[in-house]
Antibody, heavy 119, light 106 residues
Framework: QVQLQQSGAELTKPGSSVKISCKAS????????ISWIKQRPGQALEWIGA????????GYNEKFKGKATLTVDKSSSTAFMQLSSLTPEDTAVYYC????????????WGQGVMVTVSS | DTVLTQSPALAVSPGERVSISCRAS??????MHWYQQKPGQQPKLLIY???NLASGVPARFSGSGSGTDFTLTIDPVEADDTATYFC?????????FGAGTKLELK
């Protein structure tokens, strides 16, 4: 069965960076894009960006350019998101999610990673 | 960005029919999708492209609409449907989500 297994919770300090992972299984990793989505309590979900694991091509929400960097390791079927120059506003749950191609929905989601930015 | 507006909360009794609305600030064709999220869990896809039932989702869930106005209907509502429901559009860049409608059972 399709699974997206994300790494564990992170507690980080303002100004630092964090890299979280999303390991895919149960399907051909290079056949689906991986998107990353931010969820803060009481706020709408925000699409951060997407990566095509086959080509490595990426697309970002303008709001998150310079904040998020998406990469993949095809050998381990794992997608990564690095968040830099962290501030308390980056405190959120971050999900990875799979989509077949542009315009289509996110049909499977990871369990989410809580990133807390606090001094 | 395309803003999606949802009513914040609804309360219904089991067995009733409920409609959850989502209005887009600009047209999204039929590229509106619906998700269910229970506390502490990831979102789950219910409906894609306005009216298509996702795999494994009970037929109690249905979707309708096009352009700017969309509706998710649950009929009949069951106790397990207590959750927050989000709409998402994928027609305009970037993809955006509604803030969610929290469904409570009386």
């Amino acid at each position: 069965q399709v699974q997206l297994q994300q790494s564990g919770a992170e507690l980080t300090k303002p100004g630092s960076s964090v890299k979280i992972s999303c390991k895919a299984s149960g399907y051909t990793f290079t056949s689906y894009d991986i998107s990353w989505i931010k969820q803060r309590p009481g706020q709408a979900l925000e699409w951060i960006g997407a990566i095509n694991p086959g080509s490595g091509g990426t697309g970002y929400n303008e709001k998150f350019k310079g904040k998020a960097t998406l990469t993949v390791d095809k050998s381990s079927s794992t997608a990564f998101m690095q968040l830099s120059s962290l501030t308390p506003e980056d405190t959120a749950v971050y999900y990875c999610a799979r989509l077949l191609r542009v315009y289509l929905p996110f049909d499977y989601w990871g369990q989410g990673v809580m990133v807390t930015v606090s001094s | 960005d395309t803003v999606l507006t949802q009513s914040p909360a609804l309360a219904v009794s089991p067995g009733e029919r409920v409609s959850i609305s989502c209005r887009a600030s600009e047209g999204v064709n039929s590229y509106m999708h619906w998700y269910q999220q229970k506390p502490g869990q990831q979102p789950k896809l219910l409906i894609y492209k306005a009216s298509n039932l996702a795999s494994g989702v009970p037929a109690r869930f249905s979707g309708s609409g096009s352009g700017t106005d969309f509706t998710l209907t649950i009929d009949p509502v069951e106790a397990d449907d207590t959750a927050t429901y989000f709409c998402q559009q994928s027609w305009n860049d970037p993809d955006t989500f509604g803030a969610g409608t929290k469904l409570e059972l009386k």
